[in-house]
């Protein structure tokens, strides 16, 4: 599920935040065709001012865990409850250093039925916000170092998924947590707000292509 996003937005307001932070030239970032896990993306995030971007990595490897493979998406319903994950949804400020909540920008994602690619998007053709968890050591640890090498490893992140709904239900059963943009700044800055949205996601109208 969401194993694929395109990142062809034509949006002011975010090549401002993402030129704002230095990320380099914003277009390289929102001019892709299509992302895959283990690419370096740029992530929305809420700082003490400000919603800001910054460059992290789509996967997290499972190395430190003792386990195979690499997570890319996360179940929406159970997050709240998961080790890796918790710290992103409590109240305490400090738990935001291992994880916090983040948002992945995208014109639209992929999936397959039947070995046809299907191309999903917003149904007025708007950015789509999806809700993601940020991790910090030791993920992070294993990942190749990006920019000035004076930085911290970078971070690595998950999609956040839950049940299919609507449009995207006949194509799979499952699609990522879609953040209405006036929704945003609570997702990011609100952890009751984010927990309630975890099981209660609201519903966009989208198109399968």
């Not at 490897?61 to 080790?83: C, D, F, H, Q, V």
């Not at 690595?156 to 998924?161: E, F, N, W």
């Amino acid at each position: 599920m969401c194993g694929r996003y395109q990142a062809w937005v034509e949006d002011d307001a975010l090549v401002e935040i993402l030129e704002m932070e230095k990320q380099g030239a914003a277009e390289r970032y929102l001019r892709q065709a299509e992302v895959f896990p283990g690419t370096v993306q740029p992530l929305l995030y809420g700082s003490l001012v400000r919603v800001r971007a910054h460059l992290s990595l789509w996967g997290v490897s499972l190395a430190p865990w003792g386990k195979k493979g690499t997570l890319i998406n996360a179940r929406a319903e159970t997050a709240a409850e998961k080790t890796l994950f918790r710290p992103a949804f409590e109240r305490d400020p400090s738990s935001q250093t291992k994880a916090r909540r983040a948002a992945v920008v995208t014109s639209g994602y992929f999936e397959w039925q039947n070995g046809r690619k299907h191309h999903i998007t917003d149904a007025d053709g708007v950015p789509l916000f999806l809700g993601a968890v940020e991790l910090d050591e030791p993920a992070a640890s294993s990942a190749p170092n990006i920019g000035d090498p004076e930085e911290a490893p970078p971070r690595r992140h998950v999609i956040l998924t839950t049940p299919a709904a609507g449009a995207p239900a006949l194509i799979h059963d499952r699609m990522p947590l879609f953040l209405p943009r006036d929704r945003l700044d609570a997702w990011l800055y609100d952890p009751d707000f984010a927990r309630y949205m975890l099981n209660h996601p609201f519903p966009l109208e989208m198109k399968v292509g």
